[in-house]
């Protein structure tokens, strides 16, 4: 996927895509506990260019001169491997319960290529680095209802596990790894939703609670008063997010339709 922004001369390309293959498998048990198991390999690609176009004109004509932004043409590639494992169990034939845990990815060899003008560098040129990232884990936790044959409800709980991110070798990124340590938490998602059916009518409503990862970070700032200091800040990063949704559906018999 390409997408560009342009604007008076400043252009800004990014690409790359996300992928995962999965080998999964699963198992029941007397159709009552249900068990899956996913083996997933991840490829990353990432690639971005920014330049700004200014245009002088003089006594012979215009010109026109291109600057790229410090540390762009930037490129980026990593192929990772992940674990998860799961297990539905049904209570009775309306109320089930589920848990799944979702290991950290573990990315081998990111490779990274990008130009740059660094301090105490010479000049503008092209760097390459070679690291290891394990990414974070998460635990989840899922239960449903069906209230006769007119409404279902679904709730599940996610613990993100934000502090097992690391970067390696560890040697080299001991300032990363120390800020992951000392500024980022395990987070909770809560996603809640439900749908009453009234006939061939479908009526949809969601909620999601998304809680910050960053701990309350300390820095030394100026706040507008023209003296620095200590000061906490808890949202400075990005805050707890609330979502709603509401749809709508109407099943025609031989096609649905659905709005959201």
Known sequence: MTTTYVMDG????????????????????????????????????????VVFDE???????????RYDLNGTPYSSR?????????????????????????????????EENFYGDLPDANGYDLYYSKYDRVSNGRLVASAGVVVGKSLALNADYTLHMNGSTKFKPSGDFSSTNQFVDDYMKSSSELRIGGEFRINKFRIRAGYNYVQTPFDEIALDADLGSGTHSVQNFSDILAGDTNRFSIGAGYDFGGFYLHAA
């Open 10 to 49: 400043y252009q800004d390309e990014i690409s790359g895509y996300k992928a995962k293959m999965s080998l999964d498998f699963g198992a029941s048990y007397n159709d009552k506990l249900y068990f899956g198991l996913g083996l997933n390999l991840h490829d990353v690609q990432y690639d971005n260019y």
């Open 55 to 65: 245009e002088t004109i003089g006594e012979d004509g215009s010109s026109v001169y």
């Open 78 to 110: 990593a192929a990772g491997f992940s674990l998860s494992a799961g297990v539905i169990g049904k209570v009775n034939d309306a109320f089930r319960l589920g848990l799944a845990y979702h290991s950290p990815t573990w990315y081998g060899e990111i």
